[in-house]
Structure formats: structure tokens, C-alpha cells
């Protein structure tokens, strides 16, 4: 179901109900597959189940039910040849490459049925637009088309040579776009999935090294943006963010040079640039980075959601405790929200955590916003069942606002009886790379039952791990933004600061 709905939300947003490829009346009444088009596209069918027990009274694996659902796949399908590029919402760039796919579709049917001639007539169209906006991959194709054409049906020697070269030329592009795109890969799935990645050196600057003297050769747009976020990503594992700030600048001004370049290219540098201010706190500059997002991302957007989320992040390091609970309502309550991934909300569902426990400690004011109900930590780890399995990674501050809450709300015996458990945890996954900070703050909130919840013994307790956290502090944590939603030496002086009051 999730292909179809994926089909069904594309196909809807373009405004094509009006093409009739989903489905005519028949002698007076709606198709079926139009029908179950227009159910799910207004929700009222979320599953396979749904669906197959309203048509036909079975499971999904019905035969007649899987016949519907892929006449109604193979209608959608057909349906994107038909979307319209002159509405709002397309950049020139999506306007040209969904046009010359469009074409070069085409191409390739008129020379299956021997059409070569007009076949090369849209071709050659085609190759002007491509050329312009730097498609390597079809400007590949078209050269190796036009190449044979004029070597057998209509042999030109000028012609000939003119594209043969040109073949050569756009194939090493090709080549040098594919190697960039690898390597960027590899260092995203990497960081995200590879549990073995946290514990190994970055290999983010040996990869930019490797294309960096490609860059005289090649100026493409796909080209540039991955080696500009290779050398940013290499430069933040190496915790140096103001250089990292530099390299963002540097891939803005290359990229502004590029008449074409899409907004969300941009996007990417200054998301990249925003998180490097949050790091060395720089609010205000980072302030100017949110408005300047801000102008160039579409409302709920993924881009847009990605914007509140640092934005947020920015207004709890700044100490704007309402601010943040705006941003984190406005986003919530946008009807683009639910559209995102697992991961996505879960994140969302863990900065909800956070203010709820400023707001239990008094830290965010009950008259800046609406009452919230008791926090219920069983309910909240349902929630995030994908981050709660993360043992390196977004774990750690639901680990963090687990134990806050049990000593905000003067559960000790619960937080006692789980000393055990969270120091194995630190032994286990938070070594001294980079959760280090998360390390010593966690075995800095350990002191608190140690100390049986005196403040003043804790106090003492804590000098320590404070000093370890000040000989290295944040800026110097390669993934600080993340897994410190609240500056640890913030976060606790506000748990310090709770122990002597009563239960709320």
C-alpha cells in the first residue's frame, strides 16, 4: 500500500483527476479503480486490508484484489507522463529534467521503430537543454546516440568527430559525478547504520581528498555539492567548525555562480553551516542562518521540518524556552507532519520530552503555553522504539531525559535500582570518542543517587566530572548538537537546582 500511496499523494498534488487515465464511468457509475484512487487519496484507506475487504470481502492476497491494485499502480504510473510543469512549485531545474526524461523516452521509442531521423531531431533538442543544465548522464546517452548516427545512417565526418569528443568529454564527467555520489554514500550509511563507524576515524577527508584534484577539471553542479559536503563533513569530524563554516561559504559562492543550481542545493550548506554555529555558539549568526533557510524552503516541506527542528535546537541553546515550544507546536500541528518518516517523528517526539521536563521543572512557564498532562515515560518509549535501539546514538538523550524525570519527580528507588544497569551501558557503548561528553554527564547524574540525593553531597561529588566537561566542551564534540539537546553544564545546573524543591 505504501508504493500506491506514494503514487496516489504525487499524482494528486499535480492536479491530474482531470486526465482520464484512472479509471471513465462506466454506464453511470465509478470505476472501481477510480474508486480506489479517490479512497486513497482522502485516507479513508490506509492498508491492503482495508481496501481488499471493502471490494471483495478477502485478504490482501486475493487474486482479484492484487488485479485491482495493479491496474490502478500501472494507471498512476502512466499518469506521470502527464504531469504539468508550468505550475507552481517547479524550479526551472525540475522543469528541464522532467521534460528532457519525457523526450529522451520518446527518443528511444521512435529509434526502436526505426524513426531515426526525427528521433535525432529531438535528440539534438534535447542536448542543448541537457548541456545547460549539466544532465551528464543523458548528455552521455545523447552523444553516444548522435556519435553512431552520424558514423552509419548518415555519415558526417565533422559531426562525427564534434560528438565523439564530446562523448569522451561527458563520460569522465559522468564518471567523476558517479565517484563523488559513492563516496558520499558511503560516509552517510556509515554514520547512520554502521555500528562499527562511531569507533573508526572519519573517512570523510581521505574521500575528499581523492576528488579534490578533480575540481579544475570538472565544475559541474553535481559534481561540486558532493565534493563541498565531502571537505564540510571532514571538517566537522575533525572538529574544526569554524573552518567548516568557511567551506560552507566557499560551496555557497561556487554554487551561486551556477545560474541553474537548485534551491534545495543551498538548503544542505546552510542546514550544514547552522549546525557549526550551534556548536561553537554563535547564536545570532545562526539566527540570520534560520531566516535566510527560511526564504527558500516551501512550508511543510521536508526541508521546511528540517529548519524547525535546528531551529528549535538554536532556541534551546539560547535559553528561549518558549520560542522552542513554539517552533516544536507549529511544526507538530502542521497537517504536513505525520507525512514524515519514523525517524523524523521520532525525533520530534523526543524534543516533545525535553520541554515537557522544562516545563515540569519550571524552567518553561505553564502561562507560555497550554497546560501539559503528566509525562508518562512507558508511553513516551513506545514512541521511539527506533532511537531507543540507537545504543551510540539518539539513545543517549532519551537515556538522559529518562533519568531526569525519575529524579525531578523524586522517584529515587526507581532511579537506584537502575545504577547498575546505566553504568554497564556507559562501560559498554559510551567510550571516550565522540559520546564522550555524554559519557561523563551521565556518570556526572549517577552521582545523585550515590550522594542518597543531598544536594550538598552531590555537589561535592560532582567537581569532578564538571571539570571533565569543561576540558572539553562542547564545540569540541563532533555530534554535540544532537545528543545535547540542552548544554550538559545547563542541564545540570537546572538538575542540581531541583533536587531541594518538593514534588511538583
Given at each position: 500500500?505504501?508504493?500506491?500511496?506514494?503514487?496516489?499523494?504525487?499524482?494528486?498534488?499535480n492536479?491530474?483527476?482531470?486526465i482520464?487515465l484512472?479509471?471513465?464511468?462506466?454506464q453511470?457509475?465509478?470505476?472501481?479503480?477510480n474508486?480506489?484512487?479517490v479512497k486513497?487519496a482522502s485516507?479513508?484507506?490506509?492498508t491492503?486490508e482495508e481496501?481488499a475487504?471493502?471490494?471483495f470481502?478477502?485478504?490482501?492476497t486475493?487474486?482479484?484484489y492484487?488485479?485491482?491494485?495493479?491496474q490502478l499502480?500501472?494507471r498512476?504510473?502512466n499518469?506521470?507522463?502527464?504531469?504539468?510543469?508550468k505550475?507552481?512549485?517547479?524550479?526551472?531545474?525540475d522543469r528541464a529534467?522532467?521534460?528532457?526524461?519525457?523526450?529522451?523516452?520518446?527518443?528511444k521509442?521512435l529509434l526502436?521503430?526505426?524513426a531515426?531521423?526525427?528521433?535525432?531531431?529531438?535528440?539534438?533538442?534535447?542536448?542543448?537543454?541537457?548541456?545547460y543544465?549539466q544532465f551528464s548522464e543523458?548528455?552521455?546517452n545523447i552523444s553516444?546516440?548522435l556519435?553512431?548516427y552520424?558514423?552509419?545512417?548518415q555519415p558526417?565526418?565533422?559531426?562525427?568527430?564534434?560528438y565523439?569528443?564530446?562523448?569522451?568529454?561527458?563520460?569522465?564527467l559522468?564518471?567523476?559525478?558517479?565517484?563523488?555520489e559513492?563516496?558520499?554514500?558511503r560516509?552517510?550509511?556509515?554514520?547512520?547504520?554502521?555500528?562499527?563507524?562511531?569507533?573508526?576515524?572519519?573517512?570523510a577527508?581521505?574521500?575528499?581528498?581523492?576528488?579534490?584534484?578533480?575540481?579544475?577539471q570538472?565544475?559541474?553542479?553535481?559534481?561540486?555539492?558532493?565534493v563541498?559536503?565531502?571537505?564540510?563533513a571532514a571538517?566537522?569530524?575533525?572538529?574544526?567548525?569554524?573552518?567548516?563554516?568557511?567551506?560552507c561559504d566557499e560551496?555557497?559562492?561556487?554554487?551561486?555562480?551556477?545560474?541553474?543550481v537548485?534551491?534545495?542545493a543551498f538548503?544542505?550548506?546552510?542546514?550544514?553551516?547552522?549546525?557549526?554555529?550551534?556548536?561553537?555558539k554563535?547564536y545570532?549568526?545562526?539566527r540570520m542562518v534560520?531566516?535566510?533557510?527560511l526564504?527558500?524552503?516551501?512550508?511543510?516541506?521536508f526541508n521546511?521540518?528540517?529548519n524547525r527542528?535546528?531551529?528549535?535546537?538554536?532556541?534551546?541553546?539560547t535559553?528561549?524556552?518558549?520560542?522552542?515550544?513554539?517552533?516544536?507546536?507549529s511544526a507538530?500541528?502542521?497537517?504536513?507532519?505525520?507525512?514524515?518518516g519514523?525517524?523524523a517523528l521520532e525525533k520530534?517526539?523526543?524534543?516533545?520530552?525535553?520541554l515537557e521536563?522544562l516545563l515540569?521543572?519550571?524552567k518553561?512557564k505553564?502561562?507560555s503555553?497550554?497546560?501539559?498532562?503528566?509525562?508518562?515515560?512507558?508511553?513516551?518509549?513506545?514512541?521511539?522504539?527506533?532511537?531507543?535501539?540507537?545504543?551510540?546514538?539518539?539513545?543517549?538523550p532519551?537515556?538522559?531525559?529518562?533519568?531526569?524525570?525519575?529524579i525531578?519527580?523524586?522517584?529515587?528507588?526507581?532511579?537506584?535500582?537502575?545504577?547498575e544497569?546505566?553504568e554497564?551501558?556507559?562501560?559498554r557503548?559510551?567510550k571516550q570518542?565522540?559520546?564522550y561528553?555524554c559519557n561523563?554527564?551521565?556518570?556526572l547524574?549517577?552521582?545523585?543517587?550515590k550522594?542518597?540525593?543531598?544536594?550538598?553531597t552531590?555537589l561535592s561529588r560532582?567537581?569532578?566530572y564538571l571539570?571533565l566537561l569543561?576540558?572539553y566542551?562542547?564545540?569540541m564534540?563532533?555530534?554535540?548538537?544532537e545528543?545535547?539537546?540542552i548544554?550538559f553544564?545547563?542541564l545540570?545546573?537546572?538538575?542540581w537546582?531541583s533536587?531541594?524543591?518538593?514534588r511538583?
Open positions: 500500500m505504501e508504493v500506491i500511496q506514494d503514487l496516489v499523494d504525487l499524482v494528486s498534488r492536479k491530474l483527476k482531470s482520464e484512472l479509471g471513465q464511468a462506466e453511470g457509475r465509478i470505476s472501481m479503480v474508486s480506489l484512487y486513497i485516507r479513508e484507506f490506509c491492503d481496501a475487504q471493502y471490494y470481502s478477502a485478504a490482501p486475493d487474486h482479484a492484487r488485479k485491482l491494485k495493479n499502480k500501472n498512476l504510473v499518469a506521470l507522463f502527464f504531469i504539468d510543469v505550475q507552481a512549485g517547479y524550479s526551472d531545474w529534467y522532467i521534460s528532457c526524461c519525457k523526450e529522451w523516452a520518446a527518443v521509442i526502436n521503430r526505426g531515426s531521423k526525427i528521433a535525432v531531431d529531438l535528440a539534438l533538442k534535447i542536448f542543448k537543454r541537457a548541456e543544465y543523458l548528455l552521455v553516444k546516440i556519435r553512431l552520424y558514423s552509419t545512417r558526417d565526418a565533422r559531426k562525427l568527430k564534434y565523439d569528443e564530446l562523448h569522451t568529454q561527458y563520460v569522465q559522468w564518471q567523476s559525478e558517479n565517484l563523488a559513492d563516496l558520499y554514500i560516509l552517510v550509511y556509515s554514520h547512520l547504520f554502521d555500528q562499527n563507524a562511531s569507533t573508526e576515524p572519519s573517512p577527508r581521505a574521500y575528499y581528498e581523492q576528488l579534490a584534484p578533480l575540481q579544475e570538472h565544475r559541474s553542479y553535481h559534481f561540486l555539492r558532493h563541498y559536503l565531502l571537505k564540510v571538517l566537522m569530524a575533525e572538529v574544526n567548525y569554524t573552518e567548516a563554516v568557511l567551506a560551496a555557497l559562492a561556487e554554487l551561486s555562480s551556477i545560474e541553474f537548485p534551491k534545495v538548503l544542505t550548506f546552510l542546514y550544514q553551516k547552522l549546525v557549526c554555529h550551534i556548536q561553537l554563535n545570532s549568526e545562526g534560520v531566516e535566510k533557510a526564504e527558500l524552503e516551501k512550508e511543510g516541506s521546511w521540518f528540517k527542528e535546528l531551529c528549535l535546537i538554536l532556541a534551546l541553546h535559553h528561549n524556552y518558549p520560542e522552542a515550544h513554539q517552533v516544536w507546536q507538530s500541528s502542521h497537517p504536513s507532519f505525520h507525512t514524515l519514523k525517524r520530534w517526539k523526543i524534543y516533545e520530552a525535553w521536563y515540569f521543572i519550571g518553561l505553564s502561562s503555553v497550554e497546560a501539559s498532562g503528566k509525562f508518562r515515560l512507558n508511553k513516551f518509549l513506545n514512541e521511539v522504539p527506533i532511537f531507543s535501539k540507537d545504543k551510540r546514538g539518539m539513545n543517549v532519551i537515556l538522559v531525559i529518562q533519568i531526569l524525570f525519575l525531578a519527580q523524586k522517584r529515587h528507588d526507581v532511579v537506584l535500582s537502575r545504577i544497569a546505566i554497564r551501558y556507559c562501560s557503548y559510551l570518542d565522540e559520546n561528553r561523563v554527564f551521565i556518570r547524574l549517577l552521582q545523585i543517587p550522594a542518597h540525593f543531598h544536594p550538598q552531590v560532582s567537581e569532578r571539570k569543561e576540558q566542551p562542547l564545540q564534540s563532533p555530534q554535540g548538537y545528543l545535547e539537546v548544554p553544564e545547563e545540570w545546573a537546572m538538575v537546582g533536587l531541594g524543591k518538593r511538583a
